[in-house]
């Protein structure tokens, strides 16, 4: 009965011990938390606009009814009178072809490639001149999206209004990392015909500064499980199960 309660011991011990260690799961572990921490934001890059992207335009001016030319395509008609805004609508907005050029109505082609949203519409503006009077041109990207994998509470592909997104929001939006997430992220980005794979670690406050902190358009964040994650997966209620089969042994050896 002796040995039979120094095995029951030990293997609580093992149980109680292979939960994720505390100083793996804090982030930002290197800042300061007594003080207000101040410093300059000099990381964010406009996004920038790239072959095969999808661009919605919408266009006022004082010429109402002559705007609708190049609106005419942000929006497509349903039954009913509904406007059919879902992804499936592939000719929402203008498409960035190879070449960098968007083909606008009464314009034709646009060179679009290597400009912010903004300074394509001022081009815009100035070209519609002739045609509208006081255009104003708003563009959003329609396919600005960010991937979130692994161990994370909800793992998904997100669809972002705004361009100026970090990775601490992305990270928000699947739920966050779970405790058994390793917070050194893995971070896959496409720029320029080449991919690159930048690891982040979450647990230093130099992310806040990385000029990887803003996600761009395609982003892929990768969060890998810690091995007790990928050990016990889907072994919750066994390991529960042992733990009251432990105790409930000693509890009859005791009375015995």
């Known amino acids: ?33 007594d003080t207000i921490t ?56 203008y498409f960035v072809d190879p070449e960098g050029n968007i083909k606008l109505p009464l314009i034709g082609l ?13 081009i815009l503006e100035e070209k519609m001149l002739p045609y509208l009077s006081k255009p104003n041109v708003n563009i959003r990207y329609q396919n600005f999206k960010v991937s979130v994998l692994g161990d994370v509470r909800s793992p998904n592909t997100f669809t972002i209004m705004n361009e100026r997104t970090t990775i601490s929001e992305v990270l928000s939006l699947a739920g966050d990392l779970n405790i058994t997430g390793i917070r050194n992220v893995m971070l896959v980005r ?13 647990t230093s406050k130099n992310i806040f500064s990385s000029p990887y902190y803003y996600v761009k358009k395609n982003d892929v964040i990768y969060v890998q499980p810690n091995e007790q994650r990928a050990a016990n997966d889907g072994s919750t209620f066994q390991r529960a199960s042992l733990v009251i089969s432990v105790l409930s042994i000693i509890a009859v050896l005791l009375t015995r």
């Open 190 to 202: 496409e720029l320029d015909g080449k991919r690159q794979y930048i690891p982040l670690d979450l």
């Open 110 to 122: 646009v060179k679009a490639q290597g400009l912010t949203t903004s300074q394509l519409a001022r």
């Open 38 to 93: 101040t410093e300059d934001i000099t990381n964010f890059t406009p996004v920038t606009i790239q072959p095969g992207d999808q661009l919605g335009l919408h266009v006022t001016s004082l010429n109402y009814e002559a705007n609708s030319i190049f609106n005419y395509n942000l929006e497509r008609q349903m039954g009913g009178g509904n406007l059919d805004r879902s992804e499936q609508n592939a000719v929402i907005g």
């Open 1 to 33: 009965m002796k040995h039979l309660l120094t095995y029951c011991t030990l293997v609580l011990i093992v149980i109680s011990f292979s939960c994720t260690p505390y100083k793996n799961i804090p982030y930002f572990q290197d800042l300061r938390r």
